[in-house]
């Protein structure tokens, strides 16, 4: 273990459905997020940093055991992350860090029974406040349930209730919505005041943390905001909010689908429930929605929504980042923020999340700061995985990498240590053991898609095909490509059963 008074405090924020392109330092001309910016302007900025699962409480579980799905076994929605899974807060309280947990967190469902789900909608009012961890390796947690007008709930809605009347919060829920579900993401105006907001409160609790540890040193702080997930509900006094019409309409083409898996089509027709392809968590929260039907204006309207709630949390991480410097904590604090995975808004006529790995949905924003451990002013272009977070926090610890970790280290490349630190990122989904389930590889210049037990797939030319319009899987000209990927695919996927095999003789 290094030096114990240089071992750093970690910041680890997530956001919940966010696209990389949701942030002006990636590149967007028709929003601006200035904090998030500044991140990633003093820290790293990763430009192909990728989810290991396009779904939430899986995705969530890969970011904290350094695991890809197949490994930690918390393939969906609706599952409660084992307890055994080598959560990276674990190790780190065992190390003498003071391990805290504020916001969503999403490793038990939502919708399991309260006897077995500290995070159910069943019950919690008799669980919360009382309930205050540990929890998966955290010592203390103040959490927050679901999103939006069906997310008052836990800690966050125990603290809601303290300041509104039960009939206040009711007119809340009903918020007075601009469109339906079929309209990108339930876009919705909200009466709930601002400063009420989940993420208000998020970056509150957060720096009320910051504020009372900033003489007891160190700290690991995961703080999980529930936005940009939909339903996109904006309160009506936020001001900052994107305009409609500099919004980019989604990237589609009539007819772009027809070379694609069946699932994708049955998607965007609103027939993917009836289809028979889905197993029995319906994660991507369509439904029976026809995204044939959504308007251009509407589809505009639906995406300035999302991106507005994108700076409603860039608002507040700049609240953190001042806790942060006017605590004197900054210098040696590593703040690593992401997501969970992306959001498609539209693009190839899809909205919302599920087992379709487009850019948009699986390519996720990554900025990392840690101005005594790193040099700022980074852009990475080099692939990076969520898998990677644990063990690189880990590192930064002193910590050693556990053997059932699938994640690398990234801090010879974040030193200049390493001129990259992995060649390829797997993505899996699971969309049920028994239907379908997918794996994706994503290299520099292709991606590659096998679907389990059947004959078709994708493949794209990153390189020459950057929107993904072309799937050449069955394309004799990118068939040695096609060989080749799979070839990888399989050598991505072996040391899995090989760590497996270890594990259950050691």
Known sequence: MSDMPMRPNILLITTDQQRADSLSTYGSAFTSTPHLDRLGREGVRCDRAYCANPVCTPARASIFTGQYVSRHGAWNVGLNVPEAAPMVSTPLSAAGYRTHYIGKAHFHSFGGPPEKSF??????????????????????????????????????????????????????????????????????????????????WTADRTIAFLEAHADRQPFFLAVGFQDPHHPHCVPRTFQARVNPSAVPLPDFAEGELDDKPPHFLEAHTGRLEQSGIRGRFSVAGMGNSDF????????????????????????EAGRILDALDRTGLAENTLVIFTTDHGELLGDHGLWMKGPFHY?????????????????????????????DLSPTILSAAGLDRPASLDGLDALPLLRGEASSLRDNALI???????????????????????????????????????????????????????????????????????????DCYA
């Open 119 to 200: 995070e159910s909608f069943k019950g919690w009012e008799q669980r919360y406040p009382a309930f205050q961890g540990p929890y998966y390796g955290f010592q203390s947690v103040e959490l927050a349930l679901g999103h939006a007008t069906y997310g008052m709930a836990g800690h966050y809605g125990v603290w809601v209730r303290s300041r509104v009347s039960e009939e206040a919060l009711n007119g809340f829920r009903k918020s007075t919505g601009l469109g339906s579900f079929a309209f990108g993401g339930q876009a919705h105006d909200w009466d709930l005041p601002v400063e009420l907001h989940n993420s208000v």
């Open 292 to 315: 044939r039907r959504v308007t251009e204006s509407d589809a505009r309207l639906g995406r300035a929504y999302y991106y507005s709630l994108v700076r409603l949390i860039d608002q």
């Open 359 to 387: 850019e948009s949905l699986v390519r996720i924003p990554l900025l990392l700061r840690w101005p005594r451990g790193f040099p700022g002013g980074q852009t990475l272009s080099g692939l990076v995985s969520h898998v």
């Open 428 to 502: 899996e989904c699971v969309d049920d053991p028994h239907g379908l389930r997918l794996k994706t590889l994503v290299t520099a210049d292709r991606k590659l898609t096998w679907y389990c037990g059947q004959d078709y797939g994708e493949l794209y030319d990153l390189e020459a095909d950057a929107r993904e319009r072309v799937n050449r899987w069955d394309d004799p000209a990118y068939a040695r490509d096609r060989l080749r990927l799979l070839g990888r695919l399989l050598d991505a996927l072996e040391p899995l059963e090989r760590r497996i095999e270890r």
